[in-house]
């Protein structure tokens, strides 16, 4: 019997993984996100049409997984240093966007005629955006550690806190967990500060060594972290806080060491092979069937949540200081509900608070808004550019809180490099090794700091973004050097170039350009586009590399039948 089960579930997930594999590929020709068509695959997999996802608890399990990886790999990404220096900006976006639609969310339901136990339920659930979807976006599109991406990650963390505590009181007060009263939400509250105290030992005396000793054995390091972000999101899952915390707390214990990039890379592949099956299991958990008398209601909450979210996030920013692109691009991560969402109003519905049909709205909600949401994180840069004329009363004459480059002086840079990764890097610190003026720009804090350290002049900024590019003293520099790398969206690898080349023409820069592709395919289009040097990163180097070969071989210093000098050696 055990064994005929566990054959089902085998030819259960092969089945979801040729249907992921199928519907993904449409999606991929129809130009959607992979986030929405593997969502389809759960609805298509689900009771409502093939009924092929029954084995909801190893779905469940793998998706579980997939989510505590996930969120450990946000925590490796997490500076403490940063978290502080975004702690106020994070707490007054989170905690203001979540009064807003709560209050205006609940007036709106009032008006569609729900009753007001109703309405203040599904007020709070629109309160909820989905951390897991966001930082997936995000992470695809190399923003997540933007400046916007990091303000993001801040206040949905936020944001979650807020999630905990609404389900927290909603069972303490005895409406779900056997009336445990205020005594349960103190208990949680110790439980983590007692979790919060240990992970702070684990870094300040065990992170590094452990670490390192784990390093000698890669495959073994690789275990660790997965099983260090599984015990800690089990932890936070019995503790009542979550095994989102949980996981992004494992993750922030391994961000000081100096393996996390190494971590990361060796886990983003099977992050995202898990993560399929959280996007199958919320697919599936949608009933098409209580739909379809909620379908009014749900687009009047829907664009309520997909316009009035990103607009308070807009306007707290802009009033803190920060500039209307970056308050635009994070606002626009709160632009949907969470999974938790659903989980809240299921919670209600067996309370016997709301109906089926109230649950059925908000998952209609919720299946609109992320839908939406993902084309609007994925296209943001585009949706700004329309967007743009009209948002100048979201931004303050002075927005001190995002550093600008000083006027130019006699020392004014030489060569501005745009994007300080490991290719840009190199560029700026070899010509700054020579005696050249450099500054640099980047969207990474952590690129900027290391560039500070390292004696670069250096600014937060993005090479696609013409407004910015507008108020960089360029009129000086002889060269501006791209070497942003092309965004992982589904747009054309050469998108940071070419917008780049444009808002320099815009901006009227009197220098030259040099722009980075991976794909000599573009070559010709970008000089095209106006670039007077095109840099192939490999390419170049396999050139190079053949250039000095080729030098040393026609040497006549070189003995052919001896090219190592093995004679000489006494070899």
Same mark, same amino acid.
């Given at each position: ?78 500076? +403490? ?19 807003? $639609? ?24 629109? $309160? ?80 590094? #060594? ?7 054995? !890669? ?62 299991? +919320? ?83 919720? +299946? ?44 004014? !840079? ?16 070899? +010509? ?63 998108? #940071? ?18 722009? $980075?592709?991976?794909?000599? $395919? ?14 192939? !990163? ?34």
């Amino acid at each position: 019997m055990t064994e005929a089960i566990a054959g089902y579930v085998f030819y259960e997930v092969a089945a979801l993984l040729l249907l992921a594999v199928g519907i993904g590929f449409c999606g991929l020709l129809l130009g959607q996100p992979l986030v929405v068509s593997f969502i389809a695959v759960g609805i298509v997999a689900g009771p409502s049409v093939l009924d092929i996802a029954r084995s909801d608890e190893h779905i469940k399990l793998l998706a579980e997984l997939g989510i505590a990886l996930l969120l450990f790999m946000v925590g490796l990404k997490l500076d +403490l240093s940063l978290v502080r220096s975004l702690g106020s900006v994070a707490l007054l976006t989170g905690l203001g966007q979540v009064v807003f $639609t709560t209050v205006f969310g609940f007036l709106i339901c009032l008006g569609l005629g729900m009753d007001p136990v109703a309405s203040l339920y599904v007020a709070v659930a629109l $309160t909820f955006s989905s951390t897991i979807i966001v930082v997936k976006l995000l992470s695809d599109k190399r923003e997540i550690d933007s400046l916007h991406g990091r303000i993001a990650v801040g206040f949905l963390v936020v944001q979650d806190v807020v999630v905990v505590v609404a389900m927290i009181v909603l069972s303490a007060l005895g409406v779900g967990a056997g009336g445990a009263g205020w005594g349960g939400v103190v208990a949680v509250l110790g439980y983590g500060m007692l979790m919060l105290g240990a992970v702070l030992v684990f870094v300040r005396y065990a992170a590094n #060594p452990l670490v390192e000793r784990l390093s000698k054995a !890669p495959e073994l390091l690789v275990s660790f972290a997965i099983g260090w972000a599984a015990a800690l999101a089990a932890i936070g899952h019995y503790a009542g806080f979550g095994k989102e915390l949980g996981g992004l707390l494992a993750g922030i214990s391994l961000a000081s060491t100096p393996y996390r990039e190494a971590i990361a890379a060796r886990l983003a592949s099977l992050r995202d092979f898990l993560l399929l099956f959280f996007f199958i299991a +919320l697919g599936a958990a949608l009933d098409l069937g209580t739909l379809g008398d909620a379908v009014g209601p749900a687009i009047v909450l829907s664009l309520f949540v997909l316009i009035g979210n990103p607009l308070i996030v807009l306007v707290i920013m802009g009033a803190m200081g920060y500039r209307r692109r970056t308050g635009f691009l994070a606002g626009l991560t709160v632009a949907q509900i969470s999974e938790f969402s659903l989980i809240f109003m299921a919670m209600a519905l067996a309370l016997g608070h709301v109906g089926d049909e109230t649950l059925g709205l908000v998952t209609l909600v919720g +299946l609109v808004t992320i839908a939406a949401s993902t084309y609007m994180i994925v296209h943001s840069h585009r949706l700004y550019a329309w967007l743009e004329p009209v948002l100048g009363v979201f931004e303050r004459r002075n927005p001190w809180r995002e550093d600008q480059m000083p006027a130019a002086t006699a020392n004014a !840079p030489r060569v501005v490099v745009f994007g300080l990764g490991r290719y840009g890097g190199a560029i700026a610190r070899q +010509l700054q090794a020579e005696g050249v003026a450099v500054a640099g720009v980047d969207f990474d804090p952590a690129a900027v700091r290391q560039a500070r350290l390292s004696g670069i002049e250096t600014v937060y900024g993005d090479a696609t973004d013409p407004e910015f590019v507008a108020t960089l003293p360029l009129q000086h520099s002889a060269w501006a050097v791209c070497a942003v790398p092309a965004h992982a969206s589904g747009v054309t690898h050469d998108d #940071p170039g070419r917008a780049l080349l444009h808002a320099l023409r815009d901006a009227r820069f009197p220098g030259r350009v040099a722009v $980075t592709t991976h794909d000599e $395919t573009f070559a010709a289009d970008l000089e095209e586009a106006g670039a007077d040097l095109v840099l192939v !990163p490999f390419r170049d180097a396999a050139l190079q590399a053949a250039r000095l070969i080729r030098e040393d071989a026609e040497s006549p210093h070189v003995d052919v039948a001896d090219p190592l000098g093995q004679k000489a050696l006494g070899a």
